[in-house]
């Protein structure tokens, strides 16, 4: 698709002079569409491993197409709760579960990179408030309302107990939040800093939507090693022995970077939440 094709031939690309990480010898396509063109030039197609991010908006159909094409193939195959409980071979689990992305899109604050035309991975963004006194989270309503399968109630269940571990609206000094719900990568375009980029590119939205601070659930050590090392708090940390699905935990169904979970938060200083 994008990977290295012997006698690739040129193509023309519009570029900006950023590099991007883990490219190094290579130019960033502009992260954010150019109003005008900085310069066209030729690379290999060979070199296209240069990334271009773009914020999912809410009322892009096709992209959010592409982001759940990228969910059903990056995140619920391979996720650790979503592994464990077999979404990808139950379809309506596996469609319960894309119309919750599709529910988060609708926001406004996902972010997706691509590398050529190719959307390869994707930040699944929501914002999220303190429900009132006796009121319910988007979370519960949407388990109540639209989670029927056992697979999909189980990863919601999941997250919420992962969620209910701390105070995160107290933690960040109160709401909204912008909860980096669904990271995925195609397998494809893994390890080229991609789920990087799109965790930094939540951070940088978020700094301009208002919100108090970005939360996650790292469910791997690889997407715990980006919070790491972007400067997330880590503020509690799950053993996954201790949720199971049919009989078997999901520390057991899972890979050895997929044995805990991490809930951070990533908290925005005052000034940067009134941009
Ligand atoms: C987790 C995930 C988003 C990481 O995306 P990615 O684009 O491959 O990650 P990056 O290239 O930005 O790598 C960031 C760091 O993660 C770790 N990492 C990622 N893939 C790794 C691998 N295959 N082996 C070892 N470390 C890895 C490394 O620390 C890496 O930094 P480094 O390359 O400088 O050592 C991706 O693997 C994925 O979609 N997994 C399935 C869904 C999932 O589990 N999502 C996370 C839920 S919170």
């Not at 883990?22 to 296209?48: G, I, N």
């Not at 990228?70 to 319960?96: N, W």
């Amino acid at each position: 698709m994008f990977g290295r094709r012997p006698g690739a031939e040129h193509v023309a690309v519009t570029l900006s002079l950023t590099p991007i990480s883990r490219c190094p010898s290579h130019l960033a396509v502009s992260a954010v569409p150019l109003a005008r063109p900085s310069r066209q030039t030729t690379v290999p197609a060979e070199d296209m491993c240069a990334l271009r991010v773009q914020r999912v908006a809410a009322d892009d159909a096709k992209a959010h197409e592409a982001v759940a094409e990228v969910m059903r193939r990056g995140f619920l195959p391979h996720e650790s709760a979503c592994h464990a409980s077999r979404v990808s071979q139950d379809p309506d689990a596996e469609r319960e579960l894309l119309d919750l992305v599709r529910a988060a899109l609708a926001d406004g604050v996902s972010v997706a990179v691509y590398i050529g035309d190719d959307m390869v991975g994707a930040a699944v963004n929501k914002i999220q408030v303190r429900p009132p006194p006796g009121g319910k989270s988007f979370f519960e309503r949407f388990y109540e309302e639209r989670a029927s399968r056992p697979a999909t109630r189980f990863v919601l269940d999941f997250m919420a107990k992962i969620d209910a571990q701390a105070d995160l609206f107290a933690e960040a000094g109160g709401d909204p939040i912008l909860e980096l719900m669904f990271l995925g990568v195609v397998p494809e375009a893994g390890r080229r800093g991609v789920g990087q980029r799109l965790t930094e590119e939540t951070v940088q939205l978020a700094r301009s939507v208002r919100v108090k601070a970005v939360s996650a659930i790292w469910t791997s050590d690889y997407s715990r090693a980006i919070g790491a090392r972007l400067g997330f708090k880590e503020l509690t940390v799950a053993d996954h022995s201790t949720f199971s699905f049919e009989g078997t935990t999901i520390a057991q169904a899972a890979a050895p970077h997929q044995q805990r979970s991490v809930l951070a938060l990533f908290k925005l200083p005052a000034e940067s939440r009134n941009l």
